[in-house]
């Protein structure tokens, strides 16, 4: 093996080193021991895409770890998640967030959400549009909410190589969480990320604005 998970990781970090963003380790189809390579190789944030596979995981690492959900999450499986889940990066409905914030209260805890936004073109990708987000956190019920918190915004770029047409995706997403930090959160210093990049784009991304970045492939390999 001539690069290691901790090789990427430390080289990841280095790339990122004096930028706004911070790496979150996509490790969803990889076993526990890789997960446990990577949080030796300093790795705190941990994505994982299915509820049940990440409520798996969770016990076997150590309890410093943050554990990001970064796919479409239905509502019955949010109660498997409650308990520890540090932040879920695909709130894509009031019903959704209502859900989490049940849940949360439930356990005496605030679980952290971001908007994610539909950027791409293509159809499959899912997300929000901006009125979509708008309507939700002008409702009344959003306002009672007190055990999820909105920490910012999160988006998928549409699978291409052609740089310009994922800067454009980038600057739409940056573009939204400007316009709803500056209307909706003006007081509220906990809205400031902005998940954008996977393992393809992440350079862009950050290049763009982006705070979080999401990349599993550049680290683990290819998933099998
Ligand atoms: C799988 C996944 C990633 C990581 O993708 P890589 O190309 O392996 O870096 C990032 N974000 C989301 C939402 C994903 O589902």
Same mark, same amino acid.
């Given at each position: 093996?001539?690069s /290691?998970?901790?090789?990427n990781i430390?080289r990841i970090?280095? @790339?990122?080193?004096? %930028?706004?963003?911070?790496l979150?380790v996509v490790?969803?189809?990889?076993?526990? @021991?890789?997960?446990?390579?990577?949080?030796?190789?300093?790795? $705190?944030?941990?994505?994982? *895409?299915?509820?049940?596979?990440?409520?798996?995981?969770?016990?076997?690492?150590?309890?410093?770890?943050?554990?990001?959900?970064?796919?479409?999450?239905?509502?019955?499986?949010?109660?498997?998640?409650?308990?520890?889940?540090? %932040?879920?990066?695909?709130?894509?409905?009031?019903?959704?967030? $209502?859900?989490?914030?049940?849940?949360?209260?439930?356990?005496?805890?605030?679980? *952290?959400?971001?908007?994610?936004?539909?950027?791409?073109?293509?159809? %499959?990708?899912?997300?929000? /549009?901006?009125?979509?987000?708008? @309507?939700?956190?002008?409702?009344?019920?959003?306002?009672?909410? $007190?055990?999820?918190?909105?920490?910012?915004?999160?988006?998928?770029?549409?699978? %291409?190589?052609?740089?310009?047409?994922?800067?454009?995706?980038?600057?739409?997403?940056?573009?939204?969480?400007?316009?709803?930090?500056?209307?909706?959160?003006?007081?509220?210093?906990?809205?400031?990320?902005?998940?954008?990049?996977m393992s393809g784009?992440y350079?862009?991304?950050?290049?763009?604005?982006?705070?979080?970045v999401?990349v599993g492939s550049a680290i683990f390999g290819r998933?099998?």
């Open positions: 093996m001539t /290691s998970i901790a090789d430390h970090n280095a @790339e990122l080193a004096g %930028t706004a963003a911070r979150c490790t969803k189809t990889h076993p526990v @021991e890789l997960l446990q390579e990577a949080y030796a190789a300093g790795a $705190r944030c941990f994505g994982e *895409n299915r509820p049940q596979e990440m409520a798996a995981k969770q016990p076997q690492l150590p309890t410093d770890v943050e554990w990001h959900l970064i796919g479409q999450l239905q509502t019955n499986k949010v109660k498997l998640l409650a308990p520890f889940v540090h %932040t879920i990066q695909s709130i894509d409905s009031l019903k959704l967030l $209502r859900e989490i914030d049940k849940r949360a209260a439930e356990g005496n805890r605030v679980i *952290n959400g971001l908007l994610q936004f539909h950027i791409a073109a293509e159809e %499959t990708k899912s997300g929000l /549009s901006l009125a979509e987000a708008e @309507e939700m956190l002008a409702s009344e019920e959003y306002q009672q909410f $007190r055990n999820v918190r909105l920490t910012g915004v999160m988006g998928v770029a549409t699978f %291409t190589p052609d740089e310009h047409q994922l800067r454009q995706e980038f600057q739409t997403l940056h573009g939204y969480f400007d316009h709803l930090k500056a209307t909706y959160f003006t007081d509220a210093p906990a809205f400031c990320d902005i998940s954008m990049g784009d350079a862009l991304a950050v290049a763009e604005g982006s705070t979080l999401r998933r099998g």
